[in-house]
């Protein structure tokens, strides 16, 4: 029996999905939820057959009660925002990472793979490839707290000799989505927004995120105790991802060449309005690390190592904007690929 944490999230979700397709037992630490999402989400697992306890990984009772009986533990629970205190994120990624670490210790699991983030590298040196070995300084919240959970995660594995493997997904893109990546090279566009910086010459880090989740479970089987691995597609332009959504989705494929300097005003003034509403803005100022940075991320070990391999973008792309047209979001008929 496999424990999941984050079930209901984007990446959980297709997590799930994998490990019942390949006939895994799988039980589910979810929150109740009211929300209409939260419902979708656990009536998707229920009718996967996903087993479903009640509780939250900041609660440590409730992830000890999820745990027993589970020989396998897969942590992809996380607080993933580009917005928000700083404490908010540490009691989710650090102290909720340390209940399940402390879990699974008594519970003697067999293996232990922690989902990460690529992102806590920080802000990429000019010209550096991002590897496993790569000097991490994360520069926000969310960063900085992945960065002290994996760092918690690979201590147990030194003090303990718990069976822990680190995953580290490249930025998530693919149906069920609606933040970060999807937002912004999917759904702002379909709405309308065209906008691109420096004119589109930076690079990013995708990974369609039913792959991420084939490499989790690649890890949880295959992997190297004590170790991390990328799990990551290509690294890609802006310029060069936005002309295959435009293609793809059939609209044309004129963007806005924005200055930096502008668009990182209209970012001060929104996190200003946000320092009022208690929401997170739009486009927050953290957003330029992942959008005035050039990503050049390798997942050669996860390739060598798991069997790891990423689909290319165009393939991913074309699922996810077939994603967009059966909810709505993108009309008109099916563009053939040329």
């Known amino acids: 029996m496999i424990l999941v944490t984050g079930a209901t999230g984007f990446l959980g979700h297709n997590l799930c999905e994998q490990l019942i397709g390949q006939g895994d037992e799988v039980r589910a630490l979810v929150r ?35 745990i027993r009986g589970c020989d396998r533990v897969i942590h992809a629970a996380a607080k993933f925002r580009m917005w ?5 994120f540490h009691a989710t990624n650090v102290e909720g990472t340390l209940n399940v670490l402390r879990a699974a210790r008594q519970a003697n699991v067999q293996r232990f793979v922690h ?32 960065l002290e959970a994996e760092r918690l995660v690979l201590s147990f594995y030194a003090q ?24 912004l090279f999917f759904e702002d566009f379909l709405r309308g927004w065209r906008v691109q910086v420096h004119h589109g010459r930076h690079v990013t880090f995708p990974v369609y995120v039913k792959d991420a989740a084939w490499g989790i479970a690649l890890a949880l089987r295959r992997g190297r105790v004590g170790q991390i ?21 059939g609209k044309g494929a004129w963007r806005l060449n924005t200055p930096a300097w502008l668009m990182l005003a209209f970012a001060y003034l929104l996190e200003g309005v946000a320092f009022f509403t208690r929401r997170e803005p739009w486009y927050p100022l953290n957003l330029a690390t992942y959008v005035f940075y050039d990503w050049w991320v390798s997942s050669e070990k996860a390739q060598r190592e798991l069997g790891f391999r990423a689909r290319p973008f165009e393939e991913g792309a074309r699922e996810t904007l077939e994603w967009y047209r ?11 690929p040329r």
């Open 32 to 66: 109740r939820r009211k929300r209409r999402d939260g419902k979708y989400a656990l009536d998707f697992l229920r009718n996967l057959g996903v087993e479903l306890v009640w509780g939250d990984v900041r609660d440590a009772e409730s992830v000890a009660r999820a």
């Open 84 to 88: 928000g205190p700083y404490h908010e």
């Open 115 to 146: 989902v990460s983030t690529v992102a806590v590298a920080g802000r990429p040196a000019p010209g550096r490839v991002i590897d496993e070995d790569y000097p991490c300084a994360p520069h926000d919240a969310y960063q900085r707290t992945k």
């Open 160 to 183: 303990y000799g718990l069976p822990v493997i680190v995953v580290r997904p490249g930025a998530l893109y693919g149906p069920w989505g609606h933040y970060a990546f999807n937002r």
């Open 229 to 249: 691995y990328n799990v990551s597609g290509e690294s890609i332009s802006h310029r060069e991802a936005n002309a295959i959504v435009s293609r793809l989705s």
């Open 326 to 336: 059966a909810i709505g979001l993108l009309k008109g008929s099916q563009k053939k």
